[in-house]
């Protein structure tokens, strides 16, 4: 495949598919998710929806992170498409829809808006958090 070609693939081809399959509050979502392959593998793009107010994929190269962002501009889930500058030197690009991620240090808060399920975000806090707990 030659480099910079974004591939549509199945969803649960996607690396990643078994990690959202088992976070994601909503694992419906993956139903409507894009499978998307580039490089050496394929990312799974999750859309917005239920508790998911936004996602991301992250890029290694800027013709990549162009790629993929026009890959899933105009495509129903996936509003707002943007591509985000690194923030350091070395970092990657980050291709983002949805709504503006929530400025908090907050990983419970980060986790909700990601649609994350509320084990999910307990297991990578290492505690439990309640549900509906202001974090």
């Known amino acids: 495949m030659p480099a910079h070609v ?18 994601l509050a909503d694992p419906a979502l993956l139903r409507r998710s894009l499978g998307l392959h580039i490089h050496t593998g394929a990312a799974l793009a999750v859309p917005v929806g239920g508790s998911r107010r936004g996602g991301y994929l992250s890029s290694r190269c800027l013709r990549c992170g162009l790629r993929l962002r026009n ?7 996936f509003p707002r498409v943007r591509l985000a500058w690194p923030l350091y030197p070395g970092t990657r690009h980050l291709v983002r ?36 707990a202001a974090v």
């Open 6 to 23: 974004v591939t549509l693939v199945p969803p649960h081809e996607a690396l990643d598919y078994s990690y959202y399959l088992h976070r």
């Open 71 to 77: 890959a899933l501009k105009g495509r129903e889930g």
């Open 97 to 132: 829809w949805g709504e503006r991620v929530p400025a908090s240090w907050n990983a419970a808060v980060i986790g909700r808006f990601y649609g994350y399920s509320q084990s999910a975000i307990a297991a990578y806090l290492g505690a439990p958090v309640p549900a509906g």
